[in-house]
């Protein structure tokens, strides 16, 4: 099985603002909802934990998994989508024609400006390297969860479900609910 989970809030979800690869940690809510999944998923059979390295996903990981001997492995391919000078934007969608916010709206149309970041084409490129080399684990029985991101998980999705590029955000990535993809 496969399994993904995004991490638990932080000040600036709160704040609605674009952390990409801000490392932000989480916040006291965010912990109580780690501490919750823990509970809620604690009879979900895990083999290993590939987590997100910034500190609100390994933070997440670490609370969820708390008391199990699940090894957490940090890759760098599951960091967050990098939004490049659109990182700490605060409420984009009340800012008219911010060129971000088509990445929300129109993702599938969805080219960065100089400096504004990471493509979909590179954030799928690294995200398709990471499921090549976990996909035949879990073809061979292994249980993975996957600890990353609302952007980056979405890419995860898109890809094991073969979705088009403007159903990117179809699932609605909430934090610290779990979802079995394979």
């Known amino acids: 099985m496969l399994y993904i989970i995004r991490h638990g809030k932080?000040?600036?979800?709160?704040r609605h603002k674009l952390q990409g690869r801000t490392d932000v940690p989480l916040n006291e809510q965010g912990r109580q909802m780690a501490r919750k999944a823990h509970d809620e998923y604690l009879n979900v059979h895990l083999d290993i934990c590939?987590?997100?390295?910034?500190i609100r996903a390994k933070e997440t990981a670490r609370l969820l998994l708390e008391g199990r001997d699940i090894p957490i492995i940090t890759d760098d391919r599951l960091t967050e989508m990098a939004f490049g000078s659109y990182e700490g934007i605060e409420n984009s969608f009340d800012i008219p024609d911010c060129p971000i916010n088509e990445l929300f709206?129109?993702?599938?149309?969805?080219?960065?400006?100089?400096?504004?970041?990471?493509s979909l084409d590179e954030l799928f490129e690294r995200t398709g390297s990471f499921?090549?080399?976990i996909l035949p684990e879990v073809e061979n029985g292994k249980d993975?969860?996957?600890?990353g991101h609302g952007a980056m998980n979405s890419s995860i999705v898109?890809?094991?479900?073969?979705?088009?590029?403007?159903e990117f955000w179809s699932e609605g990535i909430e934090n610290c609910v779990m979802k079995k993809l394979i």
């Open 10 to 14: 932080t000040d600036w979800n709160l």
């Open 144 to 147: 993975i969860l996957i600890v």
């Open 105 to 118: 709206f129109h993702p599938d149309k969805y080219v960065p400006e100089e400096g504004a970041g990471e």
């Open 158 to 166: 898109t890809q094991v479900r073969n979705r088009s590029r403007s």
């Open 50 to 54: 590939y987590c997100s390295p910034l």
């Open 131 to 133: 499921l090549e080399d």
